[in-house]
T-cell receptor
Framework: DQQVKQNSPSLSVQEGRISILNCDYT??????FLWYKKYPAEGPTFLIS?????DKNEDGRFTVFLNKSAKHLSLHIVPSQPGDSAVYFC????????????FGKGTLLTVNP | NAGVTQTPKFQVLKTGQSMTLQCAQD?????MYWYRQDPGMGLRLIYY???????DKGEVPNGYNVSRLNKREFSLRLESAAPSQTSVYFC???????????FGPGTRLLVL
């Protein structure tokens, strides 16, 4: 049973435009959500997070939105740059464990020059 | 700061061989973790250590053992490797439970 779902395996956008990556979850006890970026042959790099008590968190070009009623979060990247091309993982903490990050399967973002 | 470091970067084993994956962090974090990533899947937790001196099973612990050697180091041991353990292994650390986890570069393991 997949508790964190990223339904789009891939996304392609033009440089300078907005990238929107989506994530859905099923466990209402998750209370902290994170986005990681991963380049090939490297470890996941922490990007941005949001607590369940907030609905938005912004850091430079990256903004995460959380809709608790819909159990949905999204990552917006504006403007997108070719260096943003990577696999993006949505992850959640809580849900009975403060140790286990529950990951989605990832979305491959390609930003075309 | 190096963050989280892992050795080796890549290893090939034959079925039945044993090996230890090493992980160290220099961020003075209390909690450390081992995950594995398989093709087309997110990362899954193998074992974690909430603090120095404690270890607990995660989601997929079978076939593995761990040692929290000190606050900095957390090792993962495969006693008798199997082809199903072919994967990429990531170590991570966090200041404490419930906080952001920071990952190492990974160890690619191939079991023939």
């Amino acid at each position: 049973d997949q508790q964190v779902k990223q339904n789009s395996p891939s996304l392609s956008v033009q440089e300078g435009r907005i990238s929107i990556l989506n994530c859905d979850y099923t466990n209402s006890m998750f209370d902290y959500f994170l986005w990681y970026k991963k380049y090939p042959a490297e470890g996941p790099t922490f990007l941005i997070s949001i607590s369940s008590i907030k609905d938005k968190n912004e850091d430079g070009r990256f903004t995460v939105f959380l809709n608790k009623s819909a159990k949905h979060l999204s990552l917006h990247i504006v403007p997108s740059q070719p260096g943003d091309s990577a696999v993006y993982f949505c992850a959640a903490l809580g849900g009975g464990s403060n140790y286990k990050l529950t990951f989605g399967k990832g979305t491959l973002l390609t930003v075309n020059p | 700061n190096a963050g989280v470091t892992q050795t080796p970067k890549f290893q090939v084993l034959k079925t039945g061989q044993s090996m230890t994956l090493q992980c160290a962090q220099d961020m003075n974090h209390n909690s450390m973790y081992w995950y594995r990533q398989d093709p087309g899947m997110g990362l899954r937790l193998i074992y974690y250590s909430a603090s120095e001196g404690t270890t607990d099973k995660g989601e997929v612990p079978n076939g593995y053992n761990v040692s929290r050697l000190n606050k900095r180091e957390f090792s993962l041991r495969l006693e008798s490797a199997a082809p199903s353990q072919t994967s990429v292994y990531f170590c991570a650390s966090s200041e404490k439970a419930g906080e952001t986890q920071y990952f190492g570069p990974g160890t690619r393991l191939l079991v023939l």
